[in-house]
Every structure is written in structure tokens, then in C-alpha cells.
């Protein structure tokens, strides 16, 4: 069974850092394309980034182009998002993942967690 | 910036049929797009219900159908059910590893 299980949310003060975790259980990690999304109180889904299997493709959406940075670990099945010179807006439940470049699609989802930014 | 667009709402009887789009601010959304569909109840992760334009993911019923409508995506709900009833999302792939959400539709079984 496919696990996705998000961590690291919290609160953090505006131009703050946080590192969001998500480790991944039930398939071959390495072999799927990982992404975050996030969805602020209230409002819908937005795309935040993506990663290859390797590690060697990253993509961001120019909302958080240059602040934010996706990496994995295949040793250990966790996907990392780093953020950093975090705003009030980036406040939002960030969920991660997995899924396929070829097909543009990502399937299988973490329950997300929380992150808020506020002083 | 292209926007991706949704009804922002809709109602469907019980045992209805419903159609939901998934449009473009400016142009035609095509199979190039790759149009996924996902389900989300308050407070749950999404569900991927349909991707690739029309492909079901796994363990979704055949009640769930995706196409391409005139210049749209669309989601086809046919006898709908009381759970039913949540936020629908289309996401577009907008090529150079950008996709882009639509707004969501909260659909209602009523």
C-alpha cells in the first residue's frame, strides 16, 4: 500500500525557514516523480514544485521560484521542501505526491501538513 | 498569466448526471494538457479521480468520465450520489513543468 505521511509544518515568523519532510512507503521511490501542492484556509489547490525520480529535474511555480527548494533522498524514501524568506501568504497545508512525468499525472497523496506564517 | 477555469459551483439530483469543465482564460484546453481531475471532501487529501483527459486511476468507478468538450476538459459525473458531494479540481500541465489548478468546483447533491 502506498504511504505518503508529511512532516515538518509548524509556525514560523514571516521571512522565516521551514524544511518540510515526506516519507514515502510502498513502492519504488525512486522510480516516480514526486510534487507539492498546498491549498491555503479556505481556498483551493495550488502547485507548488516537482522533482524527477533521480533528483535531476525540478520544477517551481514562479510563486515561490527562488525561495523555496525541492529535493529527495531515495536512500531513505523521504522528499524534502525547503523554504525559506516565507511570507504570510505561503501560510497553507502542504501535501505531497507521487506520481509520473510522462503521464503528467500525480496519484497518490499524504494528508499534509500545516504550515503558518505569522509573528 | 493563463488561468485555469471552473464553475465556481453546481448542483446535481440524486441520481443525476452533472458535467463539470475545465477551461482556459485564453485558448482551448486539448489532450496536450493532460487534464487530471481530482476529488477532495473538507479537511482530506485529494483523490485522483481521472487523468491523462480520460483515463480512470485506480478504483475509481465507471460513474466518473473524462473528455474534452468544445474547448474544454470536462468531468461527467452519471448517477450521483449523496457522497458525491466535495471540491472538484482540474490541474493542467502547462508545459515547461508548470501545471496550474483551476479554482474548484463545490458541487452539491441536493
Known amino acids: 500500500e502506498v504511504q505518503l505521511v508529511e512532516s515538518g509544518g509548524g509556525l514560523v515568523q514571516p521571512g522565516g525557514s521551514l524544511r518540510l519532510s515526506c516519507a514515502a512507503s510502498g513502492f519504488t521511490f525512486n522510480s516516480y516523480a514526486m510534487t507539492w501542492v498546498r491549498q491555503a484556509p479556505g481556498k483551493g489547490l495550488e502547485w507548488v514544485s516537482a522533482i524527477s525520480g533521480s533528483g535531476g529535474t525540478t520544477y517551481y511555480a514562479d510563486s515561490v521560484k527562488g525561495r523555496f527548494t525541492i529535493s529527495r533522498d531515495n536512500s531513505k524514501n523521504t522528499l524534502y521542501l525547503q523554504m525559506s524568506s516565507l511570507r504570510a501568504e505561503d501560510t497553507a497545508v502542504y501535501y505531497c505526491?507521487?506520481?509520473?512525468?510522462?503521464?503528467?499525472?500525480?496519484?497518490?497523496w499524504g494528508q499534509g501538513t500545516l504550515v503558518t506564517v505569522s509573528s | 498569466q493563463t488561468v485555469v477555469t471552473q464553475e465556481p459551483s453546481f448542483s446535481v439530483s440524486p441520481g443525476g448526471t452533472v458535467t463539470l469543465t475545465c477551461g482556459l482564460s485564453?485558448?482551448?484546453?486539448?489532450?496536450?494538457?493532460?487534464p487530471t481531475w481530482y476529488q477532495q471532501t473538507a479537511g482530506q487529501a485529494p483523490r485522483t479521480l481521472i487523468y491523462s483527459t480520460d483515463t480512470r486511476s485506480s478504483g475509481v468507478p465507471d460513474r466518473f468520465s473524462g473528455s474534452i468538450l468544445g474547448n474544454k476538459a470536462a468531468l461527467t459525473i452519471t448517477g450521483a450520489q449523496a457522497d458525491d458531494e466535495s471540491d472538484y479540481y482540474c490541474v493542467l500541465y502547462m508545459g515547461s513543468g508548470i501545471w496550474v489548478f483551476g479554482g474548484g468546483t463545490k458541487l452539491t447533491v441536493l
Open positions: 505526491g507521487s506520481g509520473n512525468f510522462g503521464t503528467k499525472k500525480f496519484d497518490y
Open positions: 485564453s485558448g482551448s484546453v486539448s489532450t496536450n494538457y493532460y
